[in-house]
């Protein structure tokens, strides 16, 4: 079976950076999502690296070492409406997404 | 556009009485996916579909079924349901098989409590 592993929760202040961990033992690798989930909604694609390096997309990155299973996903001036959880999901050998159990980021004023 | 819409939002089912999720995308894409989704557990693959007149089975199939008769329409039926069903179902949706990234987008959810 797929291992993904993340932090449950997180808790950060508004304005600072938080890097959300995720490492992964999977049967084939073909890419890695972070998705964002705010409570009671549906899950919305944030970024996806296949290959080594650092994706940028405006306050968020993504950060990907295929040959350490790691990857983390980076908030910068954070926001309240940041406060969702963060799902970490690898694209296996069978093309099939495997999710990890998601982290908990809250936003303190 | 609309992008996956899926019904019921929410149910309340008695155990052993069967029932259908609904799922509709209108972007075209390819692949569709039913997943699960338990506290602590994270979103787990039931059953998908890479294109109409194909299914495969995922992590947790057991228990459900589906069918994909045309691109837009995915049903999951629940043939006697269980209180282990109790659960959220998301419905996605993929390109598949176009050279992109296939990234999978998801329908809003359908709440399930089976009694």
């Known amino acids: 079976g797929q291992n993904i592993d993340q932090p449950t929760e997180m808790t950060a202040t508004e304005g600072a950076i938080v890097q959300i961990n995720c490492t992964y033992q999977?049967?084939?690798?073909?890419?890695l999502f972070w998705y964002q989930q705010h409570a009671g909604e549906a899950p919305t694609f944030l970024s996806y690296?296949?290959?080594?390096g650092l994706e940028e997309k405006g306050r968020f990155s993504s950060f990907l070492s295929r040959s350490k299973g790691y990857s983390y996903l980076l908030l910068k001036e954070l926001q309240m409406k940041d406060s969702a959880s963060y799902l970490c999901?690898?694209?296996?050998?069978?093309?099939?997404?495997?999710f990890g159990a998601g982290t908990t980021v809250t936003v303190r004023a | 556009t609309a992008g996956i819409t899926q019904a019921p939002t929410s149910q309340i089912l008695a155990a052993g009485r069967s029932m259908t999720l609904r799922c509709t995308q209108d972007?075209?894409?390819?692949?569709m996916y039913w997943y699960r989704q338990d506290l602590g557990l994270g979103l787990r693959l039931i059953h998908y579909?890479?294109?109409?007149?194909?299914?495969g089975k995922g992590e947790v199939p057991d228990g459900y079924s589906v069918s994909r008769a045309n691109t837009d329409d995915f049903p999951l039926t629940l043939a006697s349901a269980v209180p282990s069903q109790t659960s959220v179902y998301f419905c996605?949706?993929?390109?598949?098989?176009?050279?992109?990234?296939?990234?999978?987008?998801f329908g809003p959810g359908t709440r399930l409590t089976v009694l």
């Open positions: 996605a949706s993929s390109e598949y098989g176009t050279g992109g990234t296939d990234t999978q987008y």
């Open positions: 999977t049967s084939g690798f073909n890419g």
């Open positions: 690296n296949v290959l080594d």
């Open positions: 999901a690898v694209r296996d050998g069978d093309y099939k997404l495997s």
């Open positions: 972007m075209r894409h390819n692949a």
């Open positions: 579909s890479n294109t109409a007149g194909t299914t």
